[in-house]
């Protein structure tokens, strides 16, 4: 894929409006930040999918995307069309990140994503943004008629999900903090995973 490990970008937790919201990504891109990420937190702010498409169409070269989505409030299928669908406005730009569930979930009295569904769903969503036949529950297989090429990522900090994230995800966002001591932890978890996978 042609997407670049992020390196320096804004993560913004809360907008004022749509357009207030392309526009600081706008700027973000302007001054040479490389990536702007959104939460889906649905009873938190405006849809992510929205204010993600209103980016892309303000920007040209910034990777933008989740950060992050979660199984539970969305049924994996819709995610992937959302995200599939702003990738189009950003092709070779945007990024999907998934977790076991936060702020969203929690608001809707729902319980956060056990790490099996979050990784099912990972799979599912791949192999739906790879253009391929899919059971996605229904009585017969379905495939998105529009898919696109974007990486999945997992958000991870506990041992068990950074593991199953180094198993099957593209990239993880390791989510313990800044003690170098638990990073090498988190990355040797990660291998493992991947190790096991053959990833």
């Known amino acids: 894929m042609g997407i670049q490990i992020p390196k320096f970008g804004l993560n913004r937790n809360d907008t004022s409006s749509i357009s207030a919201f392309a526009t600081d990504v706008a700027r ?32 040209s070269e910034i990777t933008i995307g989740t950060l992050v989505a979660n199984p539970v409030t969305r049924h994996p299928s819709v995610t992937a069309s959302s995200i599939a669908t702003v990738a189009e406005l ?42 391929e036949l899919v ?19 997992i958000a991870a900090g506990g041992p068990k999900t950074l593991e199953m994230a180094g198993s099957c995800a593209d990239g993880v966002f390791i989510r313990v903090g800044t003690d170098i001591g638990n990073i090498q932890t988190s990355v040797k978890e990660i291998r493992l995973g991947a190790l096991k996978s053959n990833v």
């Open 135 to 153: 059971d996605v529950g229904a009585v017969q297989p379905a495939r998105l008629p529009f898919p696109q090429e974007v990486p999945i990522w």
């Open 90 to 131: 950003a092709p070779n730009r945007t990024i999907m990140a998934m977790g076991i569930g936060d702020t969203a979930v929690r608001l809707a009295g729902l319980r956060p994503a056990r790490i099996k569904e979050l990784e099912s769903s990972v799979h599912m969503m791949k192999s739906l943004l790879n253009g």
């Open 28 to 59: 973000a891109e302007e001054v040479g930040w490389d990536c702007a990420f959104l939460p889906d937190s649905q009873l938190r702010r405006r849809d992510t999918y929205v204010l993600l498409s209103a980016a892309a169409q303000s920007t």
